[in-house]
């Protein structure tokens, strides 16, 4: 199967699979709360969409933000001319986003991405209302150590090649971390972290992807956080 552009790719592939669909996706929003009517939030790093049309259907205020033209585009034919998509990089200032506009802030497996992650979360803290609420889900250092690098305790750049994304093989660059700075950079940037989650995957897994769900059942994959605003 070809694609026009590695969005439309992963737009495909991501829509069912396993780490996303029955492992991320369902751990990420256990953690919203019960009610998003009227919520102001900023899905930062929001890919094709996915998140941010679940949110906006039940009734949040949506700003999406991506740095590929590409996962925007797609993004906003997702969310159906409603929400507001905007194409930027989470590593520059958000100067669209007035101080203390959104209440909460939602960035799924993003921040790896990020070398440096002070910048970033200060933002996020400057357009976050008091007493709002950070959540994003990230690689989880364990499993980033598996990958690769030589110092668990420093902040490394990592390339995978992922393959499955049509014809030609894409490298792809992150950052790898310890956990111990994960909680520096937050308390850092003005947040008290109120919950650590390491999911494990849903039980429909089993039947779906079966090796999958062995391996996610006894070694983490991703972590989430949970921080209020200080």
Known sequence: MEFDSFAAAYDHFSR?????????????????PESLQGLRILDAGCAVGYHAAWMQERGARVVAVDNDPSMVELA??????????????????????????????FCSLTMHYLADWKSTLKEFHRVLADGGRLLFSTHHPCADHSWGGSDYFAVERLTQIWSEFGPSPYEMVFYRRPLSAMVADLGGAGFQIERIVEPGPQPQMQHTARETFAKLSHHPWFILFQAMRL
């Not at 029955?22 to 990420?28: D, K, L, T």
């Not at 906003?76 to 802030?105: M, T």
Request: net charge negative; hydrophobic share 40%; aromatic share 6%.
């Open 16 to 32: 069912d699979n396993a780490y996303n669909e029955q492992y991320e996706r369902p751990a990420m929003r256990a953690l919203l």
């Open 76 to 105: 906003q034919r997702r969310l159906g001319g409603e929400g507001r998509v905007v194409l930027a990089d989470l590593g520059q200032p958000l100067g669209f986003l007035d101080e203390g506009s959104v209440d909460l802030v």
